[in-house]
């Protein structure tokens, strides 16, 4: 537990203050996710978060039909130019993407979802670390 919440591979001896500061692996907890998310949200830019989500479930996938499966979902939502919740890549990785759509592998995503994290972590996060929303993450719940 971490400021009264519940984050998944942060030790509880560390300070919530400092391991977020230093740190973009906020992704990795479902409190600062959560929070995260909501300030995207602020910012009309939810499908960076969305998208990088739904590349971690991704890669866990262990069947060849499900991956074409939930590949052709993630294109659908995030990669095809007038996607529903387009992200912004450059067009040669779109494209290296589109090609790979016929036979699509676990890695076919990959190049996309560094170039959103890099986004996410060099613009967004440093507003998201002086946002209301990420202030009140800071503060004790009042269990602890």
């Not at 939810?46 to 294109?75: D, G, M, P, Q, V």
């Not at 007038?82 to 912004?88: H, K, T």
């Not at 076919?108 to 993450?137: G, H, N, T």
Request: some cysteine; overall charge negative; aromatic content about 12%.
């Amino acid at each position: 537990m971490v400021s009264g919440h519940a984050c998944m591979y942060v030790p509880a001896c560390v300070n919530v203050s400092v391991f977020h500061t230093i740190s973009f692996l906020c992704l990795y907890c479902v409190a600062g996710q959560l929070a995260f998310r909501e300030f995207l949200r602020t910012e009309y830019s939810e499908e960076n978060i969305l998208f990088w989500l739904a590349c971690e479930e991704y890669k866990t996938i262990t069947t060849s039909n499900e991956i074409a499966i939930a590949a052709k979902r993630i294109y659908t939502e995030f990669v095809q130019v007038d996607a529903p919740r387009q992200i912004n890549i450059d067009c040669g990785t779109r494209q290296e993407i589109t090609n790979s759509m016929s036979q699509p592998t676990l890695s076919c995503f990959d190049k996309a979802q560094r170039l959103i994290y890099k986004l996410m972590k060099k613009d967004c996060y440093p507003r998201f670390l002086k946002s209301e929303i990420y202030q009140v993450l800071l503060e004790p719940s009042e269990a602890s």
